[in-house]
């Protein structure tokens, strides 16, 4: 029997896509693999991923990384969402939790009780309900509740982190399991005549490395996918028209917030990511109404406090691939597309594909079924997440600047247009095959950015329940249970504590 197993992999690019790849093909490839990872120190890597969202605790899980050492050796600090400052109106503000808003207890959807409330004179915001939130605004944090019963369950959390330090940090991971890192520039990819594979590629010193399977994460370059295979690339930038940022790292400014902010500006947003040891801070922007010198002024004068070096810039399409697998080349974070990190989704997309990948591991075959559900699936999701950020700008009510205004005046994807009008006819959340963000994501950038619906759930009638006196205990329950829990900084010097 013909022995068809892939015995060798490269990795092209390392950075985070690198590196987490690395680590989970070295974990799970236990023997009878041969994994290699080609980068230069000499090119630089994007590295502004430092946000995540809750699945990341999955991946490292997965690898068996104790969150301590995660926390440590990656200057981590918790997230518990994001805050959006000025996204609907110029002085509006919400917060996008990780978790739900209050807690089930009715067949009719908590929102529906807080938008009758409303209508009754309550003007308590709706992230209100979101133990996230109560946590969040009082500086403070822990894991969840392993009591279902206690709101304090009703939370879910990712992190901020030095990307470069977790690329190192998986780096070492990944050398101890057996992966071979070469250092140094490629100058050709050569392709198989016969089946149009990506045969070997030539180190710039004259080395040919060939393998079975090659993973591109070279970027945005895409030096594999696009480079070499001609795979094409799909274009957003009329959905979602920033196409620049630039990225300064900033001394801190007292303790860590426990949340991302995003704050719209004149041509764009700009992030904030508290760290241990600094504040991560960006200007996502669009050149065509921006200039780059100018975002980068701009980008100085908002810094919590002093500049960490010089303002980064990084241009970019937003859109995706044609093809995430094309032939043996499978493309990994950046070279499989661009979305914009308003959501932190950068990593998420990265983990998503080594899952698929480990989920659908060829064999030297290349079976077509394969690819085509591997290129399905992670199409869909992309798809899904690009809605769910063109929804942050189609429901702005700005209109102080040519940016805002024209998104809000943009066709938008039949798919997004569909959920936007169930809920502002009914309030009701559809969800969709790989929603990655859930049904309480959607509800808080609806109700943040003040697309109230029309009407409520015509159950809500049939309940008997008073809404307002319901959802002020919820809210005390809530406060009280946050009140009892370490600040934010006692919990990350208790994570990093040195072991006795």
Not at 358 to 372: E, H, R
Not at 384 to 404: A, G, M, N
Not at 455 to 482: N, Q, V
């Given at each position: 029997?013909?022995?068809?197993?892939?015995?060798?992999?490269?990795i092209?690019?390392?950075?985070?896509?690198?590196?987490?790849?690395?680590?989970?093909?070295?974990?799970?490839?236990?023997?009878?693999?041969?994994?290699?990872?080609?980068?230069s120190?000499?090119?630089?890597i994007?590295?502004?991923?430092?946000?995540?969202?809750p699945?990341?605790?999955?991946?490292?899980?997965?690898?068996?990384?104790?969150?301590?050492?995660?926390?440590?050796?990656?200057k981590?600090?918790?997230?518990?969402?994001?805050?959006?400052?000025?996204?609907?109106a110029?002085?509006?503000?919400?917060?996008?939790?990780?978790?739900?808003?209050?807690?089930?207890?009715?067949?009719v959807?908590m929102?529906?009780?807080?938008?009758?409330?409303?209508?009754?004179?309550?003007?308590?915001?709706?992230?209100?309900?979101?133990?996230a939130?109560?946590?969040?605004?009082?500086?403070?944090m822990?894991?969840?509740?392993p009591?279902?019963?206690?709101?304090?369950?009703?939370?879910?959390?990712?992190?901020?982190?030095?990307?470069t330090?977790?690329?190192?940090?998986l780096?070492r991971?990944?050398?101890?399991r057996?992966?071979?890192?070469v250092?140094?520039?490629?100058?050709?990819?050569?392709?198989?005549?016969?089946?149009?594979?990506v045969?070997?590629?030539?180190?710039?010193d004259?080395?040919?490395?060939?393998?079975?399977l090659?993973?591109?994460?070279?970027?945005?370059?895409?030096?594999?996918?696009?480079g070499?295979?001609?795979?094409?690339?799909?274009?957003?930038?009329?959905?979602?028209?920033?196409?620049r940022?630039v990225?300064?790292?900033?001394?801190?400014a007292?303790?860590?917030?426990?949340?991302?902010?995003?704050?719209?500006?004149?041509a764009?947003?700009?992030?904030?990511?508290?760290?241990?040891?600094?504040?991560g801070?960006?200007?996502?922007y669009?050149s065509?109404?921006?200039?780059?010198t100018?975002?980068?002024?701009?980008?100085?004068q908002?810094?919590?406090?002093?500049?960490?070096?010089?303002p980064r810039?990084?241009?970019?399409a937003?859109?995706?691939?044609?093809?995430?697998?094309?032939?043996?080349?499978?493309?990994?974070?950046?070279s499989?597309?661009f979305?914009?990190?308003?959501e932190?989704?950068?990593?998420?997309?990265?983990?998503?594909?080594?899952?698929?990948?480990m989920?659908?591991?060829?064999?030297?075959n290349?079976?077509?079924a394969?690819?085509?559900?591997f290129?399905?699936?992670?199409?869909?999701?992309?798809?899904?997440?690009?809605?769910?950020?063109?929804?942050?700008?189609?429901?702005t009510?700005?209109?102080?600047s040519?940016l805002?205004?024209?998104?809000?005046?943009?066709?938008?994807p039949?798919?997004?247009?569909?959920?936007?009008?169930?809920f502002?006819?009914?309030?009701?959340?559809?969800?969709?095959?790989?929603d990655?963000?859930?049904?309480?994501?959607?509800?808080?950038?609806h109700?943040?950015?003040?697309?109230?619906?029309?009407?409520?759930?015509?159950?809500?009638?049939?309940?008997?329940i008073?809404?307002?006196?319901?959802?002020?205990?919820?809210?005390?329950?809530?406060?009280?249970?946050?009140?009892r829990?370490p600040t934010?900084?006692?919990?990350i010097?208790?994570?990093?504590?040195?072991?006795t």
């Amino acid at each position: 029997m013909t022995d068809r197993r892939i015995k060798s992999v490269v990795i092209v690019g390392g950075g985070s896509a690198g590196w987490m790849t690395a680590a989970m093909l070295s974990h799970i490839l236990k023997q009878g693999c041969a994994i290699t990872l080609i980068e230069s120190e000499e090119i630089g890597i994007i590295g502004v991923g430092e946000a995540t969202i809750p699945p990341i605790r999955l991946f490292n899980d997965t690898l068996g990384i104790a969150e301590a050492d995660f926390v440590r050796e990656t200057k981590a600090s918790f997230k518990l969402g994001i805050e959006f400052v000025g996204w609907g109106a110029e002085d509006s503000r919400y917060f996008h939790p990780f978790g739900p808003h209050g807690r089930n207890f009715d067949m009719v959807a908590m929102h529906h009780y807080w938008l009758r409330a409303r209508e009754m004179g309550e003007t308590a915001p709706l992230h209100d309900h979101a133990m996230a939130w109560q946590i969040a605004k009082a500086g403070r944090m822990a894991r969840p509740s392993p009591d279902p019963r206690n709101v304090a369950s009703t939370f879910d959390y990712a992190y901020h982190f030095d990307a470069t330090l977790y690329a190192a940090y998986l780096r070492r991971f990944s050398e101890a399991r057996g992966v071979t890192r070469v250092e140094g520039k490629i100058c050709d990819v050569a392709l198989n005549g016969e089946n149009g594979h990506v045969d070997h590629v030539t180190m710039e010193d004259g080395r040919e490395i060939g393998a079975d399977l090659f993973i591109d994460c070279s970027g945005i370059r895409a030096l594999l996918i696009e480079g070499a295979l001609k795979t094409g690339y799909e274009d957003w930038s009329h959905w979602l028209p920033c196409d620049r940022a630039v990225a300064m790292p900033c001394e801190n400014a007292g303790d860590p917030l426990p949340y991302t902010r995003s704050t719209a500006r004149e041509a764009g947003w700009q992030w904030r990511i508290p760290l241990q040891h600094r504040i991560g801070n960006g200007y996502v922007y669009s050149s065509q109404w921006m200039e780059d010198t100018r975002a980068a002024d701009l980008l100085s004068q908002r810094l919590d406090g002093k500049p960490l070096g010089d303002p980064r810039l990084v241009r970019f399409a937003t859109g995706r691939r044609k093809q995430h697998w094309n032939k043996n080349v499978v493309a990994i974070g950046l070279s499989s597309g661009f979305l914009e990190p308003l959501e932190s989704t950068s990593l998420h997309l990265i983990q998503a594909n080594i899952s698929k990948l480990m989920g659908l591991f060829p064999d030297k075959n290349f079976d077509p079924a394969t690819i085509a559900e591997f290129n399905r699936i992670a199409t869909n999701e992309t798809d899904r997440i690009r809605d769910f950020i063109i929804l942050h700008y189609k429901l702005t009510q700005r209109r102080d600047s040519e940016l805002w205004r024209y998104v809000a005046d943009m066709q938008i994807p039949d798919t997004l247009a569909m959920k936007i009008d169930h809920f502002k006819r009914h309030g009701r959340l559809i969800a969709r095959e790989m929603d990655l963000f859930a049904p309480d994501s959607w509800l808080a950038v609806h109700i943040g950015q003040n697309n109230i619906p029309a009407g409520l759930d015509p159950l809500l009638d049939y309940r008997g329940i008073d809404a307002r006196e319901w959802l002020g205990k919820l809210r005390g329950a809530m406060a009280h249970e946050a009140a009892r829990m370490p600040t934010h900084r006692q919990f990350i010097d208790h994570i990093c504590a040195p072991k006795t």
